[in-house]
Nanobody, 132 residues
Framework: EVQLVESGGGLVQAGGHLRLSCKFS????????IGWFRQAPGKEREGVAG??????????????YYGDFVKGRFTIASDKAKSTVYLKMNNLTRGDTAVYYC???????????????????WGQGTKVTVSS
């Protein structure tokens, strides 16, 4: 079965940086989109629907996609040899505090939906807390 395991979260000061990792198994990154989403504090009751698209990458062409709020601060990248997708986050702010989730969907999909939380499989999340 598909499994995704996030790591790299923690406590960081505003202006700092973190690199999150999503290690995947149960599929090969040949025809998949992998995305990063985040769920802000207080949005847990909304479930998956309350998760905001951060970044995504598709294996077929390597194209990347970002939420509008990223504004150049975040970068998504994949390392197929390590079965891992990374999210590099720079210049973090209090507004970036959230649980960050990795998600995967099969097939070519539709890039218009990559920033929406309609993916097939999800990890359990890793918490990022940005302090002042």
């Amino acid at each position: 079965e598909v499994q995704l395991v996030e790591s790299g979260g923690g406590l960081v000061q505003a202006g700092g940086h973190l690199r999150l990792s999503c290690k995947f198994s149960g599929f090969t990154f040949a025809d998949y989109a992998i995305g990063w989403f985040r769920q802000a504090p207080g949005k847990e009751r909304e479930g998956v629907a309350g998760r905001q698209g951060v970044a995504a990458i598709h294996s077929s062409d390597g194209r990347t996609y970002y939420g509008d709020f990223v504004k150049g601060r975040f970068t998504i990248a994949s390392d197929k040899a390590k079965s891992t997708v990374y999210l590099k986050m720079n210049n973090l702010t209090r507004g970036d505090t959230a649980v960050y989730y990795c998600a995967a969907e099969s097939g070519p999909g539709d890039s218009r939906h990559y920033m929406m939380p309609s993916y097939d499989d999800w990890g359990q999340g890793t918490k990022v807390t940005v302090s002042s």
